[in-house]
């Protein structure tokens, strides 16, 4: 086997003794790239069909996998010494897109892109399209498309005769009639506390009841009445009906306790339908109902976004490079991942019977349901869209976790994030 991959913990230990690595341009051949990706769904579905790619192309790809965080610190470490090591990354736009444009970090796609006759980029939806272009050019090509959905255990349900909720009142409803009928012995629904994850499972709670994350002006909008209630909504399912701890959580510790059959309802991206549909590790697949986003006062508002492929500005194999994200994102390669579960971002992929036959069950078909509706009247925004996205998210999740934690009321934390964004978000005009 070709491939070299790292474990989490190894790849702690080596970003502690990154620096002096990355400054180094430890290239490869010319048909040699190197590939940094996240531990993610799209990356364990990719990962098998790699030697396909490489005996068809006669590139070599060496794979690098970490947890995100630590991935996101690889990666920034690479582009922030200019390191050729790096060729291929995968990216979120929509967190760090303007941010590393504005670093020139990103080699753009655009004439790649068109002048592959095969590649067909109008395939893409318009809105997948806009979400990897930042200032009119493409950085990244889209790999997946998600939003934010509801999971529930349709048995459960069943038993405690609880209606499967289609608002954001009916679903506190529905999370305080589990608590009550299970003895507190069934968490009634999992979601995100975890600082840096947050905002995109709270971003729907905001965006469904009209809410911005800033004004027309580029100020905040947390001052806005309707922000307070967003918070006080999604704090107060935390912390009264989510699970112990639930501010260390992010999508992994959440569908874990869904898939064990510990949590009655998940909150969480459409992505992690593979992670509790499979038998072999979960106790829950046959009892599983997909349902979208709640609908606040404004309706079912969802966060969706797309992972993307990136070639680094700094990679001096970036042929080979681009060779490696056509194939991961032709239509071919997408149909494939759709049998580990990927949703594609292709429209051809969406509608080729090879892909809608496989959704054979109730479940796989309410999950397609719940996120072509995401992709039509979803918000594309998981925060405040800056060059300091990173640090918008964190001063959002900090204030949110505070209130879950009940050390602050909705108030003081809506204050709290719109003094935290107003600098940050000036920024965009620095």
């Given at each position: 086997?070709?491939?070299?991959?790292?474990?989490?913990?190894?790849?702690?230990?080596?970003?502690?003794?990154?620096?002096?690595?990355?400054?180094?341009?430890?290239?490869?051949?010319?048909?040699?790239?190197?590939?940094?990706?996240?531990?993610?769904?799209?990356?364990?579905?990719?990962?098998?069909?790699?030697?396909?790619?490489?005996?068809?192309?006669?590139?070599?790809?060496?794979?690098?996998?970490?947890?995100?965080?630590?991935m996101r610190d690889k990666?920034?470490?690479?582009?922030?010494?200019?390191?050729?090591?790096?060729?291929?990354?995968?990216?979120?736009?929509?967190?760090?897109?303007?941010?590393?444009?504005?670093?020139?970090?990103?080699?753009?796609?655009?004439?790649?892109?068109?002048?592959?006759?095969?590649?067909?980029?109008?395939?893409?939806?318009?809105a997948v399209r806009a979400?990897?272009?930042?200032?009119?050019?493409?950085?990244?090509?889209?790999?997946?498309?998600?939003?934010?959905?509801?999971?529930?255990?349709?048995?459960?349900?069943?038993?405690?005769?609880?209606?499967?909720?289609?608002?954001?009142?009916?679903?506190?409803?529905?999370?305080?009639?589990?608590?009550?009928?299970?003895?507190?012995?069934?968490?009634?629904?999992?979601?995100?506390?975890?600082?840096?994850?947050?905002?995109?499972?709270?971003?729907?709670?905001?965006?469904?009841?009209?809410?911005?994350?800033?004004?027309?002006?580029?100020?905040?909008?947390?001052?806005?009445?309707?922000?307070?209630?967003?918070?006080?909504?999604?704090?107060?399912?935390?912390?009264?009906?989510?699970?112990?701890?639930?501010?260390?959580?992010?999508?992994?510790?959440?569908?874990?306790?869904?898939?064990?059959?510990?949590?009655?309802?998940?909150?969480?991206?459409?992505?992690?339908?593979?992670?509790?549909?499979?038998?072999?590790?979960?106790?829950?697949?046959?009892?599983?109902?997909?349902?979208?986003?709640?609908?606040?006062?404004?309706?079912?508002?969802?966060?969706?976004?797309?992972?993307?492929?990136?070639?680094?500005?700094?990679?001096?194999?970036?042929?080979?490079?681009?060779?490696?994200?056509?194939?991961?994102?032709?239509?071919?390669?997408?149909?494939?991942?759709?049998?580990?579960?990927?949703?594609?971002?292709?429209?051809?992929?969406?509608?080729?019977?090879?892909?809608?036959?496989?959704?054979?069950?109730?479940?796989?078909?309410?999950?397609?349901?719940?996120?072509?509706?995401?992709?039509?009247?979803?918000?594309?925004?998981?925060?405040?869209?800056?060059?300091?996205?990173?640090?918008?998210?964190?001063?959002?999740?900090?204030?949110?976790?505070?209130?879950?934690?009940?050390?602050?009321?909705?108030?003081?934390?809506?204050?709290?994030?719109?003094?935290?964004?107003?600098?940050?978000?000036?920024?965009?005009?620095?």
């Amino acid at each position: 086997m070709r491939h070299r991959y790292l474990s989490t913990a190894l790849a702690l230990a080596l970003i502690g003794g990154l620096t002096a690595g990355c400054g180094s341009d430890s290239a490869g051949s010319a048909n040699e790239i190197n590939l940094i990706m996240s531990n993610h769904p799209w990356q364990r579905a990719i990962e098998p069909l790699i030697d396909e790619f490489e005996q068809e192309s006669g590139v070599t790809v060496k794979v690098q996998t970490f947890a995100e965080q630590q991935m996101r610190d690889k990666v920034q470490l690479n582009l922030q010494s200019r390191s050729s090591s790096m060729d291929v990354f995968m990216t979120l736009p929509s967190r760090e897109g303007p941010q590393f444009a504005k670093a020139n970090y990103y080699e753009p796609l655009d004439e790649r892109a068109s002048g592959a006759a095969d590649y067909q980029v109008d395939d893409f939806p318009e809105a997948v399209r806009a979400g990897m272009t930042v200032d009119d050019k493409m950085i990244a090509a889209p790999i997946n498309v998600e939003g934010v959905v509801l999971y529930y255990r349709t048995d459960l349900f069943e038993q405690y005769g609880v209606k499967p909720p289609t608002s954001l009142d009916e679903l506190t409803t529905a999370a305080e009639q589990i608590k009550q009928k299970s003895g507190g012995k069934v968490t009634p629904i999992a979601l995100r506390g975890q600082s840096a994850a947050l905002p995109f499972t709270f971003g729907p709670f905001l965006h469904s009841e009209g809410v911005a994350w800033t004004k027309p002006d580029g100020k905040p909008n947390f001052d806005d009445p309707k922000a307070i209630a967003a918070i006080d909504r999604y704090a107060t399912l935390a912390r009264e009906y989510g699970p112990p701890g639930v501010v260390n959580n992010t999508f992994t510790q959440s569908s874990a306790l869904f898939a064990a059959g510990n949590a009655a309802m998940e909150l969480e991206s459409s992505n992690e339908l593979s992670s509790i549909v499979d038998p072999k590790t979960s106790k829950v697949a046959e009892n599983i109902g997909v349902l979208d986003f709640p609908a606040g006062s404004a309706g079912s508002k969802t966060t969706v976004l797309s992972w993307g492929l990136a070639v680094s500005s700094f990679s001096k194999n970036k042929d080979a490079a681009w060779k490696f994200v056509q194939w991961a994102t032709s239509a071919e390669t997408q149909l494939e991942l759709t049998k580990s579960g990927i949703a594609p971002p292709r429209t051809s992929v969406t509608e080729d019977p090879a892909y809608t036959a496989t959704l054979n069950t109730e479940t796989l078909k309410q999950w397609n349901t719940a996120l072509t509706k995401a992709q039509s009247t979803g918000e594309t925004e998981v925060g405040p869209v800056g060059v300091a996205a990173a640090e918008m998210r964190k001063v959002i999740g900090d204030a949110v976790g505070k209130v879950i934690l009940g050390r602050a009321s909705a108030e003081d934390a809506a204050k709290e994030i719109q003094d935290g964004l107003t600098p940050l978000l000036a920024k965009n005009t620095e």
